[in-house]
Antibody, heavy 120, light 107 residues
């Protein structure tokens, strides 16, 4: 059974930093791209960042480019999202999502999310 | 950037009725790289449809997708109690990979 378990969310002040983690199990982690997708309160889903299966290619939404860094540790089956210079508009539920076999950015499994709140 | 606009915002129906949800793209979606997801409160989103019309693993055949170019439709032929949820579309053909704002199907 595929499982994606996010952690690391919490309350942080504007300008602060936070690192999210997503521990994956139930599939061959090294085969698949992974992404982070967020959902602000009362809003739709927004793709944030993605990383290829090897970690050699990374992708970012314009809204987070230069502030967020995605990485993965294939020995630990874990993907990370390092967030810095956080803003109020980054407040959201952050989901970890697994890319499908046919496309990096078609998401066939999702975690339940970790909540990030940026507020003073 | 491809903007996906879903309509209606909310659909009020009863179990057993047919639901028809629309997703319109601001420009043509290449190779029908259009997916639909279901969201329920407190649960992980669930992939329903990919390639505009292919059902994901385990999705019942009462749920179907259709369309091409800029106009796509998700149809639930006979609503079951577990189908009342929010549905959103996504294009995954080119960066940035955007989602629609969602349609809520409520009783």
């Amino acid at each position: 059974e595929v499982q994606l378990l996010e952690s690391g969310g919490g309350l942080v002040q504007p300008g602060g930093s936070l690192r999210l983690s997503c521990a994956a199990s139930g599939f061959t982690f090294t085969t698949y791209a992974m992404s982070w997708v967020r959902q602000a309160p009362g809003k739709g889903l927004e793709w944030v960042s993605g990383i290829s299966n090897s970690g050699g290619s990374t992708y970012y939404a314009d809204s987070v480019k230069g502030r967020f860094t995605i990485s993965r540790d294939n020995s630990k089956n874990t993907v990370y999202l390092q967030m810095s210079s956080l803003r109020a508009e980054d407040t959201a539920l952050y989901y970890c999502a697994k890319g499908s076999g046919s496309s990096f950015f078609l998401f066939d499994y999702w975690g339940q999310g970790t909540l990030v709140t940026v507020s003073s | 950037e491809i903007v996906l606009t879903q309509s209606p915002g909310t659909l009020s129906l009863s179990p057993g009725e047919r639901a028809t949800l629309s997703c319109r793209a601001s420009q043509s979606v290449s190779s029908s790289y259009l997916a639909w997801y279901q969201q329920k409160p407190g649960q992980a989103p669930r992939l329903l449809i990919y390639g505009a019309s292919s059902r994901a693993t385990g999705i019942p055949d009462r749920i179907s997708g259709s369309g091409s170019g800029t106009d796509f439709t998700l149809t639930i032929s006979r609503l079951e109690p577990e189908d009342f949820a929010v549905y959103c579309c996504q294009h995954y053909g080119s960066s940035p990979w955007t989602f629609g704002q969602g349609t809520k199907v409520e009783i």
